[in-house]
């Protein structure tokens, strides 16, 4: 059995690897532009296209890797969520609504009640929304919409670092 560590670097590998050969894209066209979007927009870039990224080592580890695209008036993209015992992943496809990038997704991972294996997609899954340089990621549990997770803007073929004097709280 590895040790917790090399688990945590090959996750993180795995889920750089993905967001490596997925690609990214950026576009200035935004329909209908919002406070959120028409500042993006103005500083040249889309708001939600690109790739995203969230590492923690405290616990067992989390390691998210997200990759969105814009084609038209339509965002596809990739996603990865895994920690350094378990991990899934697969794709989106959603429309910018106002402020928010609503999305249904699939999984190519097998899941017990989980999202639909692709190339089917579980509908209205959740959305993205932007604050300030960050990408908040909400998820439909029961019927009830919560903040799953903060992302980062990663810069393209950048390798993010673990922090190694992180400060879990027990």
């Known amino acids: 059995m590895f040790d917790r560590s090399v688990r945590r670097k090959a996750w993180t590998m795995l889920c750089l690897a993905g967001l490596a050969l997925s690609g990214s894209a950026c576009s200035a066209q935004n329909e209908r532009p919002t406070a959120t979007t028409r500042a993006a927009t ?3 870039a889309d708001p939600f296209a690109g790739d995203w990224g969230f590492s923690t080592s405290c616990y067992k ?12 008036n339509r965002y596809t993209g990739t996603w990865s969520d895994g920690t350094d015992i378990w ?6 496809k959603g429309m910018q609504d106002d402020d928010k990038l609503k999305y249904d997704v699939c999984t190519v991972t097998e ?8 190339p089917s997609y579980t509908r209205g899954a959740g959305y993205f929304v932007r604050r300030g340089e960050q990408l908040v990621w909400y998820l439909r549990g029961g019927g009830v919409r919560t903040e799953y997770l903060i992302l980062d803007h990663q810069p393209q073929q950048q390798v993010p670092v673990v922090d ?7």
Do not use: N, P
């Open 61 to 72: 580890g989390h390691y998210v890797g997200i990759t969105l695209k814009r084609e038209g």
């Open 42 to 44: 103005e500083a040249g």
């Open 111 to 118: 899941q017990r009640g989980g999202y639909a294996r692709c």
């Open 164 to 170: 190694q004097t992180e400060v879990c709280d027990e």
């Open 87 to 92: 991990g899934s992943d697969g794709e989106f």
